[in-house]
């Protein structure tokens, strides 16, 4: 049974940093397409970051680029986002995702297509 973990959540101020982490089980990240989504309040959830291929290769919405990094460390089979210079527009909760038939992986492939999801993690940026 596959299941994702999201935790690092919480409030800062403006120009502040959280480190989120998405915990997988059941399931090798490695090599699988992983991306981390948000869902501000009354919006629709968009993707910010997607890493594959071993960390190598990562996608970024243009909001976040230069201020969002997405890595992961398969020894521990958790993905994070190292997020920075956090702005009040970040406010949403944030999500895990991945799907084992996703092969092109990048920020433009739409939240119906990953199949599993974490419970979400709650980022609160105050101006």
């Known amino acids: 049974q596959v299941q994702l973990v999201e935790s690092g959540g919480g409030s800062v101020q403006a120009g502040g940093s959280l480190r989120l982490s998405c915990a997988a089980s059941?399931?090798?990240?490695?090599?699988?397409?992983m991306a981390w989504f948000r869902q501000p309040p009354g919006k629709e959830r968009e993707g910010v970051a997607t890493?594959?291929?071993?960390?190598?290769?990562?996608y970024y919405a243009d909001s976040v680029k230069g201020r969002f990094t997405i890595s992961q460390d398969n020894a521990k089979n958790t993905v994070y986002l190292q997020m920075n210079d956090l702005k009040p527009e970040d406010t949403a909760m944030y999500y895990c995702a991945t799907d084992p038939y996703i092969y092109s992986c990048s920020t433009s492939i739409p939240s119906g297509r990953f199949g599993y999801w974490g419970q979400g993690t709650q980022v609160t940026v105050s101006s």
């Open positions: 059941g399931y090798t990240i490695s090599r699988k397409c």
């Open positions: 890493i594959v291929a071993a960390g190598r290769t990562t």
